[in-house]
């Protein structure tokens, strides 16, 4: 019985490098896609499409990821307000036009 426990409690801690292992191997994959879609021409790099945005943001971007959704890339901004209001602006990465904003 001793034995058994051993066993499920390193198979528990053993659990978590599992999942780190596959996190990191999942984001290498979004990282070459992107990649791939940049050098393809299929989205814009993140400095000119915040040169496009900034203007329309009304506060400082305080995060940014790159998503994809239903094969489109989509930068997810996230912008502090001068007033301590958080909103997050979805934009096309490859028009830079701003789909949806959220508070």
């Given at each position: 019985?001793?034995?058994?426990?051993?066993?499920?409690?390193?198979?528990?801690?053993?659990?978590?490098?599992?999942?780190?292992?596959?996190?990191?191997?999942?984001?290498?994959?979004?990282?070459?896609?992107?990649?791939?879609?940049?050098?393809?021409?299929?989205?814009?790099?993140?400095?000119?499409?915040?040169?496009?945005?900034q203007p329309?943001?009304?506060?400082?971007?305080?995060?940014?990821?790159?998503?994809?959704?239903?094969?489109?890339?989509?930068?997810?901004?996230?912008?502090?307000?001068?007033?301590?209001?958080?909103?997050?602006?979805?934009?096309?990465?490859?028009?830079?036009?701003?789909?949806?904003?959220?508070?």
């Amino acid at each position: 019985m001793p034995c058994r426990r051993a066993l499920f409690c390193l198979t528990l801690l053993a659990a978590p490098v599992v999942d780190a292992r596959a996190d990191d191997r999942r984001r290498r994959e979004e990282q070459q896609r992107a990649r791939r879609a940049l050098a393809e021409g299929r989205i814009r790099p993140l400095a000119e499409i915040l040169a496009l945005v900034q203007p329309q943001l009304g506060g400082e971007v305080i995060g940014v990821e790159l998503d994809e959704e239903d094969g489109t890339f989509v930068y997810e901004i996230k912008v502090l307000t001068p007033r301590g209001r958080r909103l997050e602006y979805e934009v096309d990465a490859a028009t830079g036009h701003i789909l949806k904003v959220d508070d």
